[in-house]
């Protein structure tokens, strides 16, 4: 199937900076959206950033000017970068794709989550 490989992470003070990848591997035709969530203890899960095959962008607010979201297409990879964080942006980061994939059953369209990554932001 599809499987998606997350690293960096971590602590940090506030006002630093952490960068976060994710690479996607397995059975892959196509890969569509790529994208950061992030779940705060006792919050749902957000989209944190995202990015379309074709390079189009979107952040949430709370992020926007901070953070920065890429792809590299040849590797099957996103980014994020981070920037000014602060204690509200501490959470797990989730990673998440929707692939054109191959399965036993032919070719299927699949969301795919990561298994998260924390990042902790002291003040």
């Known amino acids: 199937q599809v499987q998606l490989a997350e690293s960096g992470g971590g602590l940090v003070q506030a006002g630093g900076s952490l960068s976060l990848s994710c690479a996607a591997s397995?059975?892959?035709?196509?890969?569509?959206?790529m994208g950061w969530y992030r779940q705060a203890p006792g919050k749902e899960r957000e989209l944190v950033a995202a990015?379309?095959?074709?390079?189009?962008?979107n952040y949430a607010e709370s992020v926007k000017g901070r953070f920065a979201i890429s792809r590299d297409n040849a590797k099957n990879t996103v980014y994020l970068q981070m920037n000014s964080l602060n204690s509200e942006d501490t959470a797990g980061y989730y990673c998440?794709?929707?692939?054109?994939?191959?399965?036993?059953?032919?070719?299927?369209?699949?969301?795919?989550w990561g298994q998260g990554t924390l990042v902790t932001v002291s003040s």
């Open positions: 998440n794709t929707v692939v054109a994939a191959s399965t036993g059953e032919g070719q299927k369209y699949l969301e795919v």
């Open positions: 397995g059975s892959i035709f196509s890969i569509y959206i």
């Open positions: 990015i379309s095959s074709g390079g189009q962008k």
